[in-house]
């Protein structure tokens, strides 16, 4: 059975930082491409970064992009999504994604991925 399981959601200031945690199970985690959504209220869900089975290749929307990083540990079975300069826009539940086994490649489109945590809260005050 897979497990997709989120943390280090919380609550910062505008301008902070919080480096999200998602351990993965039950699957071969070292091929699997990983990535995060979020969807704020009211709001469609947005792919924010992914990473490919290999590390090599990283996707981040734009409105992310040189804020976020994304890494990984095979050894721990975890992905990792540091942000940094947090705004408030980017309050939302993030969730955290598996799928594409072995692509070259990872893109934030939501077919791609199989696997989904249940999310965690991140929240950024003004």
């Known amino acids: 059975q897979v497990q997709v399981v989120e943390s280090g959601g919380g609550l910062v200031q505008a301008g902070g930082s919080l480096r999200l945690s998602c351990t993965a199970s039950?699957?071969?985690?070292?091929?699997?491409?990983m990535g995060w959504f979020r969807q704020a209220p009211g709001k469609e869900r947005e792919g924010v970064s992914c990473i490919n089975w290999s590390g090599d290749s990283t996707y981040y929307a734009d409105s992310v992009k040189d804020r976020f990083t994304i890494s990984q540990d095979p050894a721990k079975n975890t992905v990792y999504l540091q942000m940094n300069s947090l705004k408030p826009e980017d309050t939302a539940i993030y969730y955290c994604?598996?799928?594409?086994?072995?692509?070259?490649?990872?893109?934030?489109?939501?077919?791609?991925?199989?696997?989904w945590g249940q999310g965690t809260q991140v929240t950024v005050s003004p």
């Open positions: 039950g699957l071969e985690f070292d091929v699997y491409a």
């Open positions: 994604v598996a799928g594409r086994p072995l692509a070259s490649t990872c893109t934030v489109i939501v077919g791609w991925y199989q696997h």
